[in-house]
């Protein structure tokens, strides 16, 4: 009886040891089962500056980080247009390895939350809408940082004014190429914002002004002009619409780093429902920052009191 009973221990210890064996390595070898680091996704936008576009929708059915899912994510259809000025939507959260992101991926539908057709549109003045684009796949090509042992927020910053083209009044998303280099992700941990107040913004000679910040150097004077899919400045890390009215504006979710900014003026001088480019934008702060080089830090704010002077060459 001692013997069996001696065998029975011995038997369950070996067992007991390898289950635990086998749950070590599962947890090495299935990140899935492994901690990480939580971190939440968001979706934000730079205004679109075409004065037709009431508003934009998207309908985001997959989004994927490192390969790994959003948890428990429903398809959505938002409006993208919206998302301005610091407001973000979230897409959801999951656990990732601290280091860089290699892969964030979005999934588009062209049929929207409900089923129905038109997933991704436009609706132009008038109330009607336009289908930009149908199912598409984007893969960033933008990295965004993942820090150990905090929160993490990751800011995907869709830009429609560099996204969203038209041609002879037909509106569509570029091509899923230059949307990979147009979306850009940041951890807002690493990031931080540029606030203006323009006091005069009746010298800008125009219907709109737009604020266009520039990573400090990688602006020249061929950025006014439209490239091939009729978008100015199509280099700018990200925009903001200076109000007409308050002649505030705000930057949001600028990666840590030196930067530039101008301004450019836009009217409808046809009256045919489109801005026009009128002009670049002199203008010149009154703080001891300078509009061609100024520094964002890290969950800070660059407060600037503008002063525009006239179109520059007028």
């Not at 300078?290 to 060459?313: K, Q, R």
């Amino acid at each position: 009886m001692v013997v069996k009973n001696l065998f029975k221990i011995c038997f369950l210890s070996v067992v007991v040891l390898l289950s635990s064996c086998s749950k070590e390595d599962d947890s090495v070898d299935n990140p899935d089962n492994a901690t990480g680091n939580s971190t939440a996704v968001y979706l934000t936008d730079a205004p679109v500056d075409d004065a037709n576009v009431e508003a934009v929708f998207i309908t985001v059915s997959e989004v994927k980080v490192n390969g790994k899912a959003v948890d428990n994510f429903e398809k959505t259809t938002l409006e993208i247009s919206s998302l301005t000025n610091g407001k973000t939507e979230l897409l959801g959260q999951l656990n990732l390895d601290a280091g860089m992101t290699n892969d964030i991926t979005l999934v588009l539908s062209g049929s929207d939350a409900s089923g129905n057709s038109l997933g991704n549109y436009v609706v132009l003045n008038g109330g009607s809408k336009e289908e930009i684009a149908g199912d598409m796949e984007i893969n960033l090509n933008d990295n965004a940082a993942v820090i150990q042992d905090t929160e993490n927020e990751i800011v995907l910053d869709f830009d429609l004014r560099k996204s969203l083209k038209a041609n002879n009044g037909d509106y569509s998303l570029v091509s899923e190429s230059k949307l990979e280099n147009n979306i850009s992700a940041v951890n807002t941990l690493n990031a931080g914002a540029v606030k203006g107040q323009v006091d005069n913004t009746s010298e800008a000679n125009g219907d709109v002004v737009v604020a266009y910040a520039y990573k400090k150097g990688e602006f020249n004077s061929s950025e006014k002009d439209a490239n091939g899919d009729g978008i100015r400045f199509s280099n700018a890390a990200s925009s903001a619409v200076v109000s007409e009215s308050s002649g505030n504006f705000e930057i949001h979710f600028l990666e840590e780093g030196d930067y530039e900014l101008h301004f450019a003026s836009y009217s409808d001088s046809d009256s045919d429902g489109n801005l026009e480019f009128k002009g670049m934008v002199s203008a010149s702060t009154a703080s001891s920052l300078d509009l061609s080089g100024f520094t964002v830090t890290a969950g800070s704010e660059v407060n600037l009191e503008i002063s525009f002077t006239g179109l520059l060459g007028l």
